[in-house]
């Protein structure tokens, strides 16, 4: 399974670099076999060696640290390309993924995949010309050792065989060893990420930093015990193989040649070239863990739901911006809409069946206590949830799996947890710096931020003050739909006078339509419609501003 996954991914990967390295490895390969076998043939007796001899043992010498070298620089080459290319995938997977799977994943394992993961892929992918080399190495060498001692050769493939069968089982075996250290590793990582976002309650409470510290050491300890489990594992198995390989050795010099009378010259010369494949032997062996390591990788990604297949509709780089995003739209429409999700602590959340209609143009509060469904409503609004029932539409146009990016296209969104990017991502126009400058005097911040070639100069601010930059994106993105996750709640009086006086009426006088989760009930008078939620249910939807009125 893993070797077909395998072939697969190197089919979409740097296969031109690798098929290239490959074939010169097996010239290497078969170099190194020819000069060996020149070697036999002088110790093994019959015609004085001579000056040609030498020559060809020269040349084919030579040529085994070219191709090797040519070799190695193809993989080079293309190694961090590749890794690049596993990364842009990946993330590419990311995008087409449900964001409630991305949420249940975590960012801890996510950032892993990205790091880890990849990196061991990466390194299976480019030791497969290496695996080639060394093999047709020892190809060569058996295939003439059969034709001058058909017995010896046989008796060292039967056990090459059994011992590489051996060593499949041992490491197929340990493998749950190597899925409990990326465990344990994910873990680590969650520890990493704790530290660096709870500095300043570490650094208040001597306490919680014992305890951080306790919690982190027994992870450590769990990882360096299951790593070195895994580690000793490999070691044990590569160990053994190279052991059981001395066995044909000692036949041919103890048992074979006596029986068959075997001149000693002849028995010294098949043992050097017994000894010389010993290397390519330890070299295989070693590269198993290699692709042990790949192979739970591989597993790792693919248990995320981010599997390493050709997804066209992922790739955000080739694919066109999608257009339905541009047409007029009248009103959308919820009809018996739900969405259901478990917590980490196991509790299930219901929202809905929920049935509600929605104009251009209004301006909607969404009100409830916490726990109520608000930002999940909200999420299933702009299409980042998908509705486990009922149905969405946009001017009686169901929303469906086709058309839910280019739905997801008419919004804009600031939730409590957003991300500023320091670029202006996905935002272009002629005078893209111009505008950004004139919406930050507006917001007060041209005196601690500038944008010069659509890049903020710094984001080094405060919350209230980078919840001012998010609402400048949002704004310069142009968008049909507003969707603004307690945007004011960082805000001084100031701002949030701005916000709700200023910023919303021009939304509306522009046609555009706002969803607004908020608390400010002084401020619910700026909205047209007060929709109130409780335990996922809307228990009240009061029209304040009639829709003749607005219009």
Partial sequence: MFAAKLTRLIARHGRGALVGASLIGVVSGLASAGAIAVVYQ???GGRPPGLAQFILFAGLSLLVPISRMASQYLLLHQSLASMMELVVELIGRGFATPLRQLEQVGPTRLLTALTRDVVRLTDTVMAVPNVLLQGTILLGSTIYLARLQPAGAALFVGIIMLSTWGTLVAVRKSMH?????????DELFAHFRGQVAG???LQLSLARQADFFDELRVTGESYRRNHVAGEMAFTMTTSWFQLVFMLPIGAVALIIA???NIPPAEVGAYTLVLLYMNGPIGAISSLVQTFGR???????????GLALQPVAASDARTRPRPQAAARPWRHIDLADVTHTYSGEDGTRFVLGPLTAHFERGEIVFI?????SGKTTLAKVLCGLYTPDSGTMSVDGVPVTADTREAYRQRFSAVFSDFHLFSRLLGIAGPDVDGTARRHLELLQLRHCVDVRDGVFTTLQLSQGQRKRLALLVARLEGRDIYLFD????DQDQTFREHFYRRLLPELRDAGKTAFVISHDERYYD??????????GQIVSDVQLVPAVART
Avoid: H, S
């Avoid at 060893?177 to 590793?185: F, L, M, N």
């Avoid at 307690?486 to 709640?489: D, G, H, N």
């Fill in 42 to 44: 002088a110790l093994r």
């Fill in 177 to 185: 060893i190597q899925y409990r250290t990326r465990a344990d590793a």
């Fill in 199 to 201: 500095i300043k309650e």
């Fill in 258 to 260: 006596p029986m068959y």
């Fill in 294 to 304: 790949g192979a739970v990788a591989m597993a790792n990604i693919e248990e995320l």
């Fill in 367 to 371: 009100t409830g206590g916490n726990g």
């Fill in 486 to 489: 307690e945007w004011a709640a």
């Fill in 526 to 535: 700026a909205a047209d419609r007060l929709l109130k939620l409780e335990l």
